[in-house]
């Protein structure tokens, strides 16, 4: 039976963008593309792990996230044809309403919440370190957009870039709101305990 998905088109290490060019898997157009994919699946992992939950905002909070799922599919097409060449794919475009609602959400979870004065040394709980995880690929996209824009001169990437920009600042935040109010903060003295611990002096 024919494969729905298998094309062996890339066996070589190369496949087709939506403007219909081949190119190197390893092409900053590939990688931007295989960066959104990859954030998409990280972001689909932390909605169904809330669905999972027993949060009484679970379903508000899934909600969001869905919609931030659906961004990432203009984000993908605007990668994979960044000179336009196929507008009948390209569906909408990142932009300013995009960026008013994800910097609403993200105030709305910043209301009450006060962060301690020192990094964060990880996260409190699964459902904190799984939007930690996703707010981490949201900023490896980033570089990555960054670098088609700079390969690309015809892409026109400000949207996206203030978009993504803006998402991670959001995942950090959920992180910090799924966990409140138990924030670890970084504690050097704890460090400092451990080598003393071993060594029986300070380094």
């Given at each position: 039976m024919k494969?729905?998905?298998?094309?062996?088109?890339?066996?070589?290490?190369?496949?087709?963008?939506?403007?219909?060019?081949?190119y190197s898997k390893a092409h900053p157009l590939m990688e931007c593309v295989g960066a959104v994919d990859e954030l998409r699946a990280h972001t689909a992992l932390l909605r169904q792990q809330l669905l999972d939950s027993e949060?009484?905002?679970?379903?508000e909070l899934a909600a969001f996230l869905f919609w931030v799922l659906h961004?990432?599919?203009?984000m993908g097409a605007a990668c994979s044809d960044p000179e336009r060449t196929r507008p009948e794919f390209r569906h909408d475009e990142i932009?300013?309403?995009?960026?008013?609602?994800?910097?609403?959400?993200?105030?709305?979870?910043?209301?009450?919440?006060?962060?301690?004065?020192?990094?964060?040394?990880?996260?409190?709980?699964?459902?904190?370190?799984?939007a930690d995880v996703t707010a981490g690929v949201a900023r490896r996209f980033e570089r990555a957009l960054?670098?088609?824009?700079?390969?690309?001169?015809?892409?026109?990437?400000?949207?996206?870039?203030?978009?993504?920009?803006?998402?991670?600042?959001?995942l950090y935040m959920l992180a910090r709101y799924l966990e409140h109010p138990d924030h670890m903060?970084?504690?050097?003295?704890?460090?400092?305990?451990?080598?003393?611990?071993?060594?029986?002096?300070?380094?």
């Open positions: 494969s729905q998905i298998t094309t062996k088109t890339g066996d070589e290490g190369e496949a087709v963008a939506l403007n219909g060019n081949r949060r009484p905002d679970r379903d961004t990432y599919f203009l932009g300013a309403d995009h960026l008013h609602h994800l910097e609403k959400e993200q105030a709305q979870l910043e209301k009450g919440i006060r962060l301690p004065h020192a990094f964060i040394v990880c996260a409190g709980n699964s459902l904190a370190a799984q960054v670098r088609l824009r700079d390969a690309c001169s015809g892409f026109e990437a400000d949207g996206m870039l203030a978009y993504t920009n803006r998402l991670s600042d959001y903060a970084v504690d050097y003295d704890v460090l400092l305990q451990q080598w003393t611990g071993r060594h029986g002096a300070e380094p």
